[in-house]
Each structure stands twice: as structure tokens, then as C-alpha cells.
């Protein structure tokens, strides 16, 4: 069975830090691309960063600079490590899968979700 | 960036009726790469539909996807109790991905 387990999310003040984790177990994780991609009441699903299989990362615009995702084929975890939060950071962040080792693709399973709320 | 607007915002029905749901891409979507996701509150997004027409596994027939180009649709044949949920369409085929803002299915 295919689970995706994230860890990490925290309420942090404007201009601080946080490290998601995303633990894998189920399908051969170094085969995958893997993606973040959070919520929001207000500007609904939004896609973050994602990495290839083999560990070429690439981000939204709104994050670039400020997030760096990474992975530990060795450990089947996932990371997000965001610095220089700002409130409209806030929100649920999920970790996908994708379809395929590189490229964009739809996302066949999702976390339960890390909650993450910037504010003063 | 490609923008999908979905419509309408809103969709109330009874169970067993008929249910079409819509996703309209601001520019025509490479290879029809559109994915809808089911969404019930306090869960997260479950895939449906992908490569516009393919069901996932494990989803029921009466869940189906059409489309191309720049228009496309989910269609719920006969509404079940379980389906009243918030849908949301997405489109992989250029970068970045983008999703629409969700189509809410209420019990009317």
C-alpha cells in the first residue's frame, strides 16, 4: 500500500523557517518524480516545487529563493525546507506523487497534509 | 502560465441525477493532459481522472472525463450519496501545473 506521511509543519513568525518531511513507503521511490503542492481557502491548490527522480529540483515563482525541496532516495523521504516565510505561506502542504521520473505528470497519491501558519 | 476556470462554482443535485462539471483552459492543454481530483472535507484530493479520459484505479464507471484543446468535462453518470465533494481539474501539460479554483457538489 502506497503512503505518504508528512511531517514538520508548525506555526513560525514572518521572516522565519521550517523543514517539511515527507516519508514514503509502498513503490520504489527513487523511480518517481515527487512534487509539493499546498492549499489555501483563498487561492485553492497551488503547486510549490518538485523534483525528478534522480534530484533536479524546480519551484513556483512565488517560492523561488526562499524554498528548497530535496530527497534522500536512501531514506524514501522527501524535504521542504522553507526560509524567509511570509504570511501568505500559509497553508496545507501536501506531498505527491508523480506518474513518472521527470516532467510534470498528475499526482496518483497524496499525504494527508502539513498545516503551516506564518504569522506575528 | 495556463488559468483553468471552472464552472459552474457550485452545482446542487439530488442523488441519481446527472452531474457536468467544467474546466475551460485559458490556452489548449498539450496531449489533453488534464487530471480531475475528488476532495471531501478534512481529506486530501483524490485522483479521478487523468490524460483527460482514463479513470484511475479503483474509480467507478460512473465517473467519466471528455475533452480537448482548451474545453473539457467530468461527468457524473448517476450521482451517488459518496460523490458530493469538491472537484477540481488540472493540467500538466505546461509548466508551471495549474489547477482550477474547485467545483462544489452539494445535496440539493
Known amino acids: 500500500e502506497v503512503q505518504l506521511m508528512e511531517s514538520g509543519g508548525d506555526f513560525v513568525q514572518p521572516g522565519g523557517s521550517l523543514r517539511l518531511s515527507c516519508a514514503v513507503t509502498g513503490f520504489n521511490f527513487r523511480n518517481y518524480g515527487m512534487s509539493w503542492v499546498r492549499q489555501t481557502p483563498g487561492k485553492g491548490l497551488e503547486w510549490v516545487s518538485g523534483v525528478s527522480g534522480g534530484g533536479d529540483a524546480y519551484y513556483a515563482d512565488s517560492v523561488k529563493g526562499r524554498f528548497t525541496m530535496s530527497r534522500d532516495n536512501s531514506k524514501n523521504t522527501l524535504y521542504l525546507q522553507m526560509n524567509s516565510l511570509r504570511g501568505d505561506d500559509t497553508a496545507v502542504y501536501y506531498c505527491v506523487k508523480e506518474t513518472k521520473f521527470l516532467g510534470a505528470s498528475h499526482y496518483d497519491y497524496w499525504g494527508q497534509g502539513a498545516l503551516v501558519s506564518v504569522s506575528s | 502560465e495556463i488559468v483553468l476556470t471552472q464552472s459552474p462554482g457550485t452545482l446542487s443535485l439530488s442523488p441519481g441525477e446527472r452531474a457536468t462539471l467544467s474546466c475551460r483552459a485559458t490556452?489548449?492543454?498539450?496531449?489533453?493532459?488534464v487530471a480531475w481530483y475528488q476532495q471531501k472535507p478534512g481529506q486530501a484530493p483524490r485522483l479521478l481522472i487523468y490524460a483527460a479520459s482514463t479513470r484511475a484505479t479503483g474509480i467507478p464507471d460512473r465517473f467519466s472525463g471528455s475533452g480537448s484543446g482548451t474545453d473539457f468535462t467530468l461527468t457524473v453518470s448517476r450521482l451517488d450519496s459518496e460523490d458530493f465533494a469538491v472537484y477540481f481539474c488540472?493540467?500538466?501539460?505546461?509548466?508551471?501545473?495549474?489547477f482550477g479554483q474547485g467545483t462544489r457538489l452539494e445535496i440539493k
Open positions: 490556452q489548449s492543454v498539450s496531449k489533453n493532459s
Open positions: 488540472q493540467q500538466y501539460g505546461a509548466s508551471p501545473v495549474t
